[in-house]
């Protein structure tokens, strides 16, 4: 059975730098911490968990509760946090509320029982308070539900501003908002304040479709067509759309096409995230780039000084960048 000095003789290092690595204590770079894990993986090297645990008080589990990995932004939040969570020692414990507070309940007593470090919160129901009194380390995607309580989020109104005025740019006369649900107390709400902000500024008339459901099926299918459909019929000199985010900015596309109209030629689209599939649409979409990378790694770290015991900001807004492709 491999020890940890094997591991430490496997990957080139000393064997405190590997002890540091699995207690994830003092700064390692990334190019060590994966020598380690790399030769632990070939060793077949597993470190007594329960022991570590007890030792430091820790259980070196972290939970993330989304509304569900089927949307493809959350897919990608999930996937990054789990690698920067590996690359720091910790599993991740993953839960889906499906937008249902009863099961954000149950969830989070769930987490508490395992005993998780913190808790990385990415859902978007209207209940925030059972989350402003659990007495965990906590950090929120998107939503700022405590004075206390950090917050990870992009630059929204500066990508509602980039985007509005990027489809102005190109001629758009007039330019349609798709949003989620407004009345939801959270950040993103602010693409729309700028969009609205913007048009006026430009002596327009804002016309906003609100989706006041979260739908989590197809975005060209059921109600998010149906919707779009309506928007097109009721404007049909629309000839511009800025979607609050790439899933209903996909959906417009689609239904622009099914009823005869031309993609950038008649009707300007820009969506918000860009995500991969972004590039692989025909055509491509131009869109306002989040860097999730980047804000997962913020949010672990965010966590990882409040279960040390560190002070830590709460306000982590990361710049936007426009990407411009082929629907504008």
Do not use: W
Not at 48 to 70: D, M, Y
Not at 282 to 296: C, D, F, G, K, W
Not at 313 to 328: A, K, S, W
Request: hydrophobic share 40%; proline share 5%; glycine share 6%.
């Amino acid at each position: 059975m491999a020890t940890i000095r094997d591991v430490a003789k496997r990957a080139g290092v000393a064997v405190t730098t590997v002890s540091r690595v699995l207690n994830n204590r003092g700064y390692i770079s990334e190019e060590t911490r994966r020598k380690v894990y790399a030769a632990m993986d070939e060793l077949g090297y597993r470190p007594n968990e329960i022991a570590r645990a007890l030792q430091k008080q820790r259980s070196f589990i972290l939970g993330l509760i989304v509304p569900t990995v089927k949307h493809p932004f959350f897919g990608a939040l999930v996937h990054e946090i789990e690698r920067v969570a590996a690359a720091r020692g910790y599993k991740l414990m993953l839960t889906h509320s499906l937008m249902e507070k009863e099961k954000e309940a149950e969830y989070l007593d769930l987490l508490r029982r395992h005993r998780v470090d913190g808790i990385v919160l990415g859902s978007h129901t209207l209940e925030v308070d059972v989350f402003r009194n659990v007495r965990l380390p906590l950090v929120t995607f998107d939503r700022r539900i405590g004075e206390a309580i950090p917050f990870i989020c992009p630059d929204n109104y500066e990508g509602g501003r980039l985007a509005t005025e990027h489809l102005i740019a190109r001629g758009a006369r007039k330019i349609v908002y798709l949003s989620g649900p407004l009345s939801f107390d959270m950040l993103s709400n602010r693409r729309h304040q700028a969009y609205v902000d913007v048009v006026r500024a430009h002596g327009r008339t804002p016309i906003v479709y609100e989706f006041t459901f979260q739908a989590f099926e197809s975005p060209a299918e059921g109600r998010y067509g149906e919707e779009i459909a309506r928007l097109f019929h009721e404007h049909p000199d629309v000839d511009g759309i800025f979607a609050s985010s790439d899933i209903l900015a996909y959906a417009a596309m689609h239904v622009a096409r099914r009823l005869g109209r031309k993609v950038p030629e008649d009707v300007k689209i820009v969506g918000f995230d860009d995500l991969f599939l972004s590039q692989t649409v025909v055509p491509p979409l131009t869109t306002v780039r989040q860097p999730i990378p980047a804000m997962a790694e913020r949010a672990v770290e965010v966590l990882e000084r409040q279960i040390a015991g560190g002070a830590v900001e709460i306000e982590h807004v990361f710049p936007v960048d426009l990407i411009v492709r082929g629907t504008t």
